[in-house]
């Protein structure tokens, strides 16, 4: 992943102000392992906005951290099979969208 390129222009849909570090950088800052604590930072930030965890506190969200798994998917593949038990997992998606294959109108 560390020489992966670009394959896209990134613009501005409208007027903004981005703050930028590079990758070297963070990792002198933060060590090896800042991808991980950038996504552990995601993962707070993302229960703190959700409806149904916003009120979990910091230190659930510490002992919840560690059971988390990244994984990748590749366009198409199954998340989530028909016939598991409702709310059995909680995703948060980094990067990406999912569809609900059954309900997608495309």
Avoid: H, Q, W
């Avoid at 950088?25 to 149904?52: C, H, M, P, T």
């Amino acid at each position: 992943m560390p020489d992966e390129t670009i394959t896209l222009d990134v613009n501005a849909k409208t007027d903004c102000i981005c703050y930028s570090i590079s990758r070297d950088s963070l990792s002198i800052i933060l060590g090896k392992d800042f991808r991980n604590i950038i996504f552990k930072n995601y993962v707070r930030e993302s229960f703190s906005k959700s409806e149904y965890f916003k009120g979990i506190s910091f230190d659930m969200i510490e002992k919840l951290y560690p059971f988390f798994k990244m994984k990748s998917f590749a366009k198409s593949d199954i998340i989530y099979k028909n016939g598991s038990k409702k709310y059995s997992k909680i995703i948060i998606v980094i990067e990406g969208n999912i569809i609900d294959v059954k309900n997608d109108l495309n």
